[in-house]
Structures are given as C-alpha cells and as structure tokens.
C-alpha cells in the first residue's frame, strides 16, 4: 500500500516567501518566465483604497480597504503552462506515438480479499422500543449526505430507536434543494434494512411537531437537538448523550450530521451494518441510473472508434511490432474527478501562479462563503504542497497520465464544474489528451433536463459513469473519490490510481530531468497506489478502505 499521510496541525513560523505574491502570469504567454502587470485602474484603486484617514460615506478605512480588493482581485489571468520542460518533452520523445505499455488497463490485484456482506443479512435485530425516533439533518455535498445517512442508519441500531428517512438541508456551496427521495430510491433503501432498522417516512401524529423549521437556528436551545457532536465520536458518547434524551422526549435530532461515528471500536454487527448500508441499500433513482448507463455505452463505442483509426494508421505506416502496439484497442475509457473549482481551490488554501490577485480573491470567497476557520491556511503555500495537501491542477494531472502511459486517444470522461480560471487553466490538459467528454458533451439536452440545475443529481451521475470507467483517477481528495475508490475497490477490485501528491511535488520541481525519467519514476511511485484492496489503516474510513470491515480474504492456500 502506499504511504498514508495525516495533515500535522502545527503551525509554520515563516511564512510564504514575497516572490510568490509578486506576480500573476498571463495565459498566452508561453514563455517560462512570464510576467503580469496589474491593470493601471487596479493600481489606482489600491492608491485610493490605502490613502490615510480616507472613507467613502464614512465608512472606516478597513472597510473601504476590504472592498477595493473584493472588487479588484475578483478574478485573476491564470497561468499558462508552468511544466514546459515536461510539456516539451514529452513532445519530442512521444510525437504521435500511441502505443500503450502492457497491462495499462489491467485490474489490480485482489490479494484475495472478496466482498463480505450477507445479502440478506445476519445483523440481530433488537426488540424495537415504540415511539423512540431519531431524526438526522445531513448537510454538505452529496456524498457528505451518503457518509450521513450511512453513520444515521449505524447510530439509530446503537440507539433502538426508529430512522426518520433523513432530511438533506440546501448548502450554501452546493445550492440543491433536492430531497433523499429525489436522489436515492427511498423504497429500497426502506426495504434492504426492514430486518436491522424500522425507517418511516413520516414521524406520528404526537410529534408532528418536530420538524427542520422548528430546530432551525434554534437546535442549541431544544434539549433534544444536539448540533456541536464531536468528529468520529465513539459510541460511548451516543449512549451518554443522546440515549437519555431519547428516552427523555421520544426523539431526538442530530443537525448537520456527517462524519460524527467513529470507525473504531464498534460492535462488529454495527459496522457491517454501515457496510451493508455504503454498498447495499443507498442506490439512485432510476433516471440517474439510466443515463449513467447510456453515457458509458457511448464512451465505450467512442473508445473503439478511436482505437480503430489509430491501429488503420498504425497498420499503414508500419508493420513492424503492429500486433503488440494495439492488442489494448478494447474500447476502454478513463475517469477523471477534477476537483478545481473556486471552492476546493479557496479551501485548500494551495497557491496556483494567480499572484495577489488570484490570493485576495480566493481570501474574499473564504470570507464569504465558509462559516468557519480554513486551518490550512495557517500553513505556507509551499508546505501545503511539499506535504501533498494541494490538489493537481489539470496540467499535473495530464503530466502524470501521459507518464503512466495513457496516450492521447484515450477518452476521459471528466467530472466536475468549471475549473477555476475557466479553460485556458483545463488547455494544457486537453492539448494532452483532446478527447476529453463530460455529461454536457455526451447527453442532449432534453436527456439532462431532468437532472438540471441540481448539483448532487448531476454530482450521482458522474459516480454512476465513473464507477464503470477502466481506470480512474482523483486530482484531489475528498468524500466524492473516497466513496468512489471504495466502490470500486469492493466491486472489483477496479483500476482506481491515487497520487502520490508529496512525491509529484518533487517530480514536478526537477526541472533537469529527462521525459523517460519521469516517466519511470511516476510508474515506480504508483505502482501500488491502483486500486488493491489493502487492510484499512487505524482512523481511516471504511468508505475509502473497505477491507477488512466490509470484505473477507480466502485462506492463502486458495490465492
């Protein structure tokens, strides 16, 4: 397995260098050494902006300080290629070169372990207390949502107690009204656990009163509303805290609930349990699976037209080592979740060549946009990056395919929105591998209508699609690739590449070397980051580590 890395909260005393905020490089420029010139009119309003003892209307000088810069640094030029040495290398050695190693889109190996779970399940049912609900407010993204109802589903057999089909609140990032039963099939998941968990979908008449207006903004104030659960809290805390007002008042509410169970420590029923609930009983609607599978068919047929025209060219332009050059024309595609939208940039707290602009506008949306302290931002941008905390930007991620071996025929099917600094930030990416698909490019309009403009509708799409995807690959982490990743770990094993961020980070930073030399070393670094099933390390999820939870290893005798 590769190494696992933790993200050490102890603050760096020096912080980012000058130079880093010194310059924003412009996207048409192909020069190494770019440079930018802020707009004269910026520079005049940051004259205005910092004129001592001067306001507009009478507002302090902080204020009208603050909103200078909001206004400013709203958007920034992004870079343009910033690995031309790779970039360039890559060129002269590849050319139009398609051919692929051997066992590029080989699945990794299982180590024996197989899924573990009793379809019908052998999890005691308890003898249900009547009248005892637990109601569970999820927020977050829509596998933040998946990781709660998982946990809710687990707590509410810790607790006895009847599971209220959880209510999903509208986040202020992801902007979807969607209910669970507009997203997963509320009948299935009601049937799948009918021996382990009694699921309504409506509470009785005598606490009709409990509902997501009466609690809003007020849960602190309601004795049966618990808001502030520590993360990854032991069932210990659960029977201490909200068992005795579940007893108390019939019902309780855990708001904004996600990661709040801990993985360690469990009874073994329960987190086969939460097992059977991640890959069993949370399934999507059926207009999300039907299209999901309509776009992969179509990915597929792509794949081998593709693959055809480059073994015709391959068959006229030379005979020699043909049969070994395209024995991998098989109609595969790669999935790729590219997480670089302006929220995941301004969370990460990760510098990306913006210059000042690109810095204050990415702290302006974290003003506005995260209730809380973004820890990392207490850290300098180049430990953030030495410590693999960044996520790749598009150029990396093409870098590290194209090292792999993936040529560019292959077709990559991309989830995610519009990357922060919109296409000329994706170009150095698709000029690598121009055959890039998203849902928008591969379904009408008429077949997305359904789907739009709800974020976690499309986000269930993308899994759907990449989930049966040859390989897949991550640029950054998060609750979406670990569930993914863990499906796909469970199902198959299938071919799921997790990079090494720390150690590409110094790959990217040797300017000296060769594009073989990299090549090599980017296979050496990944060769056991693809996806096997491996043990789940201590504090580590079971949504991203299956095994052994929710998974079991044949003797080594039959291996």
Known sequence: MGRSRSFKLHK????????????????????????FALPLFWLFGLAIAGLSGYGLSGAPLSSVRSMWIDQLFSEYIPPGPVHLHLLNERDRILGENNSEPPGLWDPPKSYGWKPCLDGNGNIPVKHRVQNRYLQVFCTGGLFQLHICVCNAVTVAWLLNASLVVPYFEESAVWKDPSAFGDIYDVEHFQSSLKNEVHIVHQLPPEFEWSTPQYYESKCLERPNCFLYIPKHSKKEWYFENVL?????????????????????????????????????????????????????????????????????????????????????????FLGLHLRFEKDMIAHSACYYGGGLAEKNALASYRRKTFKTFVPKTQFSAEYLRRNGSCPLTPEEVGLLLAGLGFQSITPIYVAGKKSYGGEARVKPLRDMFPHLETKLTLASETELEWFLPFSHKLAALDFMVLLESDTFLSNSAGNFPNVLTGQRTFLGPRKSIHPDKAALFALFSNTSQSWIEFSEAVNAIHKDRQGSPYPRPERYSIYRYPAPDCMCREPMGHL
């Open 244 to 332: 005795p007002a579940l007893e108390s008042y019939g019902i309780v509410v855990l708001d904004r609930y996600h990661h709040r169970l801990s993985f360690e420590g469990l009874p073994y029923e329960a987190t086969q349990l939460r097992c059977k609930t991640n890959f069993h009983s949370l399934k999507f609607v059926k207009p999300i699976l039907d299209l999901a599978r309509k776009l992969v068919k179509r990915l597929k047929i792509k794949a081998k037209v593709l693959q055809k025209r480059a073994q015709t060219k391959l068959i006229l332009t030379s005979m020699n080592d043909t049969e070994t050059r395209i024995k991998n024309a098989n109609g595969h």
């Open 12 to 35: 760096e005393l020096n912080p980012a260098p000058a130079e880093d905020v010194a310059v924003s490089p412009s996207a048409n420029s192909s020069s190494s050494s770019r440079s």
